[in-house]
């Protein structure tokens, strides 16, 4: 597994951790308190490090890391399990989906290989800037206009008062 170093982890990993768990609560609804993400967050970029360390093959290690986010939540955050799944799942889907989207033009830019980019500390922060920018952008345009995914409470009650009354 990739060897992640600690300049990456506190300049990568964090700020890609806490815009996770920004976008995963904002669009499952729950409430932002920013003394519980960063520590959150950097708790689970702290996982991810030790956790490409273990000798397991790729693609386990963000099914670990789904785990360890619900629990974060749910810990941190006070949320049933299904809230938890559902933030970690949202979060990691658009992360995945945004860096499917930029890397490879960003690769494509840098006119360097992944293992050359990969293998520079430099390089390495570096590209991962587009993908953070454009994931903050998608969590500041969700939070202002206060996208989400659950319907208000207001509804919720409102629908379980009309289904009583038929």
Not at 54 to 70: A, F, N, R, S
Not at 126 to 137: D, H, N, R, S
């Amino acid at each position: 597994m990739d060897k992640m170093p600690l300049l990456a982890l506190i300049f990568q990993s964090v700020p890609e951790s806490i815009l996770i768990l920004t976008l995963g609560l904002t669009l499952m609804g729950v409430e932002l308190k920013w003394q519980r993400i960063v520590p959150a967050a950097v708790l689970s970029s702290l996982a991810s490090y030790f956790i490409r360390e273990l000798p397991i093959p790729y693609g386990v290690h963000t099914l670990i890391g789904i785990v360890i986010i619900t629990l974060l939540v749910s810990i941190f955050f006070k949320t049933s399990i299904p809230v938890s799944i559902s933030v970690a799942m949202i979060g990691i889907a658009i992360l995945a989906t945004v860096e499917m989207l930029i890397l490879p033009i960003v690769i494509f830019l840098m006119g360097k290989t992944i293992n050359e980019i990969w293998s520079s500390l430099t390089l390495r922060i570096l590209l991962a800037i587009p993908e953070l920018i454009v994931l903050a952008l998608i969590a500041f345009l969700c939070i202002r206009k206060k996208v989400t995914l659950r319907s208000p409470s207001i509804y919720r009650s409102k629908l379980t008062k009309d289904r009583e009354h038929d």
